[in-house]
Structure formats: structure tokens, C-alpha cells
């Protein structure tokens, strides 16, 4: 295989992060960097068993600095972008919007004007299920790549924004372009402000789980490496221009989420504890990935698999968790729930 540059944004957030490791690791020959921020999303630290190797880069970068961007993309000239950068939590995005039309359509505008200046092979937008909305409680009912966009978060709607400029610039530019929507991730590395780390986290702490509302909207949950498996199959074999949904048929509701974790740590239910509903909280999530299983992609990991092994990681691995809530992340928790 030929050497490739690839530019990774947001490779030090979880998804991002994840993707980075895999990439690194499968592919010695690739040159891989990471641009990031290092919002209170983003943590190098993660990254020190690569951090050494010849073909992992780390280069920090705000994507909506359009200077910074342009000038790296002159000097690296790169063969791939995957763009996970963004500001990517739905109860964030209803307290502070701005943020999210700044980072999400912004940035994502900088990217693409700094893509059609080189010669890429091929620019991969990160997207989300979210984007099309909400689906009511009959099972038959999924998202395909043609239902149409409806998003109901600021999160979401900014996502949709950047999903139809990567659309645009494929289809006035003819930038070589992916949009993957993928369903909600979980496993190693997940931040503790999201439903599956938080729970884990509050109940080997013996703290209360706040479940939104009756607890009763669906889910559809993928490991994080089996959409990384679907991101790489993508940015090598997916038709140009094409969308691309990722789910492996997992559909939980949140309250059994919460349940099966609670179950497998040993503690009671008590720890229950429900509260507010998040505004214009979307019902239902589920996707039909037929179209990507076309391509070849199979998800290797159930939700049994997979929950086990990211319970088991967070057991492992309480120092990274511990130290994210123990700073800044505190704050914004107590804020949010008024604890
Ligand atoms: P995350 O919040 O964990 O990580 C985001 C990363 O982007 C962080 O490292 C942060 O520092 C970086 N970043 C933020 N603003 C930046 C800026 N202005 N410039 C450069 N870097 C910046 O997010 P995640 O959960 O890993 O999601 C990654 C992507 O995948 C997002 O685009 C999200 O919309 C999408 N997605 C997420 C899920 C999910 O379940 N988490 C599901 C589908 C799609
Ligand atoms: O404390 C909580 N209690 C609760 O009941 C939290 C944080 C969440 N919830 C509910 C809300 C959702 O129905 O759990 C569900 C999952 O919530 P999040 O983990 O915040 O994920 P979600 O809002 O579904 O969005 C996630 O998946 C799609 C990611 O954060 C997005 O970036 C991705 O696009």
C-alpha cells in the first residue's frame, strides 16, 4: 500500500481518538495527524502509548482559524480528510448554541475551502443519525440515507448545516466527499457528560443517575471501533459523493441502559433517579445500514459485547475518568443539574 497523508480532526476527542489509535496502528505506512483544539473535549493523554511512532502527528489547531488551516494544508498537502472536530453534546448545544454554529458550520466551511485548494482523494464529514430527526416507537420504522433532514437539537441542526455544505461543495466544486451518519457511539475513552460513562462513573461512585424524562426513548448504540472499521472502509471504497448510515441494529431504551450496567456492577436500582426531560428530547433513534453492509462493513461487537468490555475498560482505567470529573467537568455538572 502507498504511502498517505491523512488528516484526522478532532483525534483527541473520543470517537476522533479512537480513530486515531486504529489508524496508526493498522496502517504504518500512512502518515496520520490529528488536529485538534484540545477543547474540554480533547485529551492528549490518551495518545501515549502512539504518541512516539514515526506516522503519528499531533498539531494544535482551532478549525474555524482559517489562516492556520490553509497554511497547513499548503505544507502537508494531504491525501485524506476524516473530520470529526466538533462540538458534539445535545444538552451543551441547547444552554449555548453559539458555540456549535462556530465550531460545526464554521469550521467545517474552513475545511472544505482549504480541501479544494490540494488534490485530495477524498474528504470524509462525521456525521449523526440525528441529523433526520426523531422516529416514533414502531419498530419497522428506521433512518435511511434518503429520509430527509429534520434535525431538532441546536446539535443537530449544525451538524445538518455542515452535512449540506459538504453536500455543496461536492456538487459545485466536485470535491471527492463521504457523509457518515452514524447512530450513538459508546466504549473506551467516551466522555463522562454522555449517558453510558456517566452512568458507569456515578454508580462506582454510589452517585444518583439522572435518566431524562420517563427513561423510555430509544437509542440505537455502536462499539466505537466497529464504526471506526466503518470509516476507513468508507474514506477507501465509498462511491464519491455517496451518504453512508452506520448502525448495527442495537436499540435500547435509556432506562435499560441504565439498568444493564447497574445489573452488571452489582448496585440497585435505587441509584435511579429520574429527572427533567431534555427539551425537544428526540423519541426514538435507529438506523438501516443496509447500504453500508453493501460495502462490506459487518459490526463485530452486540451491545452484550460491547457494554461488557467498555464497563470493564472504565474498571480498568479510573484514573482518566477520574481526573476529567474531578476538574472543569464538575462544574458544568453541577450547573446542569443544579447539584
Ligand atoms: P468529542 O466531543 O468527544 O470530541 C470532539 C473533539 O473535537 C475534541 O477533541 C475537541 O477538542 C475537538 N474540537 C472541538 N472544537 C474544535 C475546534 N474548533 N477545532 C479543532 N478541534 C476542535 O466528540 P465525539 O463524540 O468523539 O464525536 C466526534 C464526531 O462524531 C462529531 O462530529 C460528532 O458529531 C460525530 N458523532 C458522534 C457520535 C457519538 O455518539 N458520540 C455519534 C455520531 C456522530
Ligand atoms: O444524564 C443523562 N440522562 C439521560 O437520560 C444524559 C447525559 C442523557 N440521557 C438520555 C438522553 C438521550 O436520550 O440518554 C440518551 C443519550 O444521551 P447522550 O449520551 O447525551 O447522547 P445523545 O443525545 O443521544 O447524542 C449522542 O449520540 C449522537 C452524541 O452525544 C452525539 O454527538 C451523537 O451525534
Redesign the pocket.
Known amino acids: 500500500m502507498s504511502n498517505k497523508k491523512v488528516l484526522v480532526t478532532g483525534g483527541s476527542g473520543f470517537i476522533g481518538g479512537n480513530f486515531v489509535q486504529y489508524m496508526v496502528d493498522k496502517y504504518p505506512e500512512y502518515d496520520i495527524y490529528n488536529l485538534d483544539l484540545l477543547t474540554y473535549a480533547g485529551d492528549l493523554t490518551k495518545h501515549s502509548s502512539i504518541e512516539s511512532k514515526e506516522n503519528y502527528h499531533f498539531i494544535k489547531v482551532d478549525i474555524v482559524d482559517r489562516e492556520a488551516v490553509n497554511s497547513l494544508f499548503e505544507k502537508e498537502n494531504f491525501d485524506f480528510v476524516v473530520h470529526f472536530a466538533a462540538e458534539?453534546?445535545?444538552?451543551r448545544s441547547i444552554t449555548d448554541p453559539e458555540v456549535f454554529v462556530r465550531t460545526n458550520v464554521l469550521g467545517t466551511q474552513v475545511l472544505l475551502d482549504a480541501s479544494k485548494q490540494i488534490d485530495i482523494d477524498k474528504f470524509v464529514h462525521v456525521s449523526?443519525?440525528?441529523v433526520y430527526g426523531e422516529l416514533d416507537f414502531d419498530p419497522t420504522n428506521f433512518f435511511t440515507e434518503d429520509t430527509p433532514l429534520q434535525p431538532n437539537s441546536p446539535?443537530s441542526a449544525s451538524?445538518a448545516s455542515s452535512d449540506l455544505l459538504v453536500r455543496s461543495y461536492h456538487e459545485t466544486y466536485g470535491l471527492p466527499v463521504n457523509i457518515t451518519r452514524c447512530s450513538?457511539?459508546y466504549g473506551p475513552y467516551h466522555f463522562p457528560?454522555?449517558?453510558?460513562p456517566?452512568t458507569i462513573s456515578r454508580v462506582l461512585n454510589d452517585e444518583k443517575v439522572?435518566?431524562?424524562g420517563d427513561?423510555k426513548?430509544i437509542?440505537d448504540w455502536l462499539h466505537v471501533l466497529d464504526h471506526c472499521a466503518a470509516i476507513d472502509l468508507v474514506m477507501h471504497e465509498g462511491g464519491n459523493g455517496e451518504v453512508y448510515n452506520v448502525g448495527g441494529h442495537n436499540e435500547r431504551t435509556?432506562l435499560e441502559v441504565v439498568k444493564t450496567i447497574i445489573s452488571a456492577l452489582g448496585k440497585s436500582e435505587d441509584l435511579i433517579e429520574f429527572v427533567k426531560d431534555?427539551l425537544g428530547?428526540?423519541k426514538r433513534?435507529a438506523i438501516d445500514p443496509t447500504k453500508l453492509e453493501q460495502l462490506g462493513w459487518k459490526p463485530t461487537y452486540t451491545f452484550e459485547t460491547g457494554i461488557a468490555q467498555t464497563i470493564q475498560w472504565y474498571l480498568d482505567n479510573k484514573e482518566w475518568w477520574e481526573r476529567i470529573i474531578s476538574g472543569d467537568y464538575q462544574n458544568y455538572f453541577e450547573k446542569q443539574y443544579n447539584v
Open positions: 458534539s453534546h445535545v444538552d449523526t443519525d440525528e446539535y451538524k450513538n457511539n457528560e454522555k449517558l453510558i456517566l439522572p435518566v431524562y427513561g426513548n437509542r435509556n431534555r428530547h428526540d433513534y
